[in-house]
């Protein structure tokens, strides 16, 4: 563990000043916290704001880069309007991910800044992200996964760094709870973040709400199904008055990218060595 830290604080120090994409997450938190050490004013955070991130995610990541004392900028990039995203392909993140590092590189840029990072961790090397694709084209680097750090490993420092994001749940883009081919619009996007909204306040440590049309699939950790199956009726009000008619519990539970469990491998790979 020491020994990433080490490796992640001697690669901040290959380069004099940088940009973080910051969603207010546990990793780009901490990755940002980390590097205001080594950059102190030659650092900013960017973050983008659009129908796939809620609103409450961008008041946190306001709020968090205040706390670090870091420089922060909010962008649009709105992803809907990018043309093929909508009709959610198993690449939706290549577009996504291409048309924001694209315009984060053009401010680093303007604003001489050297260096492009994300918070992408050694985790995220194991799952389908076709968004990778898109980093490696714009030339944004990975420090967390380049030293190695797990969320573990991650959510372990931020503890000992005192960040609010040490015990935060997971997060991904609204868009990531939609299975590929359905279309995904504003509407749709609103009643899934008006409905997480209200659930993630009622103390659970993980989950997701994924949308089938008009009906929302709740994954909750197994170690909180009890809880939720008692509050089903208030989980089901909930969802409904955010526009849904049917409400079913995944009786698998909480599993990242749980989305890509119908994509074969090849299909994968296939999708990975695209564009």
Same mark, same amino acid.
């Given at each position: 563990m020491e020994d990433k830290l080490t490796r992640l604080k001697e690669n901040l120090t290959k380069y004099k000043s940088a940009v973080i994409?910051?969603? &207010?997450?546990?990793?780009?938190?901490?990755?940002?916290?980390?590097?205001?050490?080594?950059? =102190?004013?030659?650092?900013?955070? /960017?973050?983008?704001?659009?129908?796939?991130?809620?609103?409450?995610? +961008?008041d946190e990541a306001k709020s968090l880069a205040s706390l670090l004392g870091i420089s922060h900028k909010?962008?649009?990039?709105?992803?809907i309007d990018i043309p093929g995203y909508a009709d959610n392909p198993p690449d939706r993140c290549y577009y996504c991910k291409s048309e924001l590092f =694209?315009?984060?590189?053009?401010?680093?840029?303007?604003? =001489?800044?050297?260096?492009?990072?994300? &918070?992408?961790?050694?985790?995220?090397?194991?799952?389908?992200?076709?968004? #990778?694709?898109?980093?490696?084209?714009?030339?944004?680097?990975?420090? +967390?996964?380049?030293? &190695?750090?797990?969320?573990?490993?991650?959510?372990?420092?931020?503890?000992e760094y005192n960040l609010p994001t040490a015990t935060k749940q997971s997060y991904a883009c609204l868009a990531s709870r939609f299975p590929y081919g359905e279309k995904i619009t504003k509407i749709k996007l609103d009643r899934l973040a008006s409905a997480e909204f209200e659930v993630r306040n009622m103390g659970f440590s993980q989950f997701r709400i994924r949308s089938h049309e008009? +009906?929302?699939?709740?994954?909750?950790?197994?170690?909180? #199904?009890?809880?939720?199956?008692?509050?089903?009726?208030? +989980?089901?009000? /909930?969802?409904?008055?955010? =526009?849904?008619?049917?409400?079913?519990?995944?009786?698998?539970?909480?599993?990242? &990218?749980? #989305?890509?469990?119908?994509?074969?491998?090849?299909?994968?790979?296939?999708y990975q060595l695209l564009k």
């Open positions: 994409a910051f969603s &207010g997450g546990v990793d780009s938190t901490f990755l940002a916290r980390v590097a205001k050490d080594a950059y =102190g004013d030659k650092l900013m955070l /960017i973050t983008a704001t659009s129908s796939t991130y809620p609103f409450y995610e +961008l909010i962008i649009v990039s709105e992803e =694209g315009k984060i590189a053009f401010i680093a840029a303007s604003d =001489g800044y050297e260096v492009i990072f994300d &918070g992408s961790n050694a985790d995220d090397l194991k799952d389908f992200r076709p968004g #990778m694709k898109a980093k490696s084209e714009k030339g944004v680097i990975s420090p +967390l996964a380049e030293a &190695g750090f797990t969320k573990n490993d991650i959510r372990k420092y931020s503890s008009n +009906l929302a699939r709740f994954e909750f950790d197994p170690s909180e #199904m009890d809880k939720a199956w008692a509050i089903r009726d208030k +989980l089901s009000e /909930i969802c409904k008055k955010s =526009g849904f008619n049917y409400i079913t519990i995944d009786l698998d539970g909480y599993r990242t &990218g749980s #989305m890509n469990e119908v994509l074969s491998e090849t299909v994968k790979k296939g």
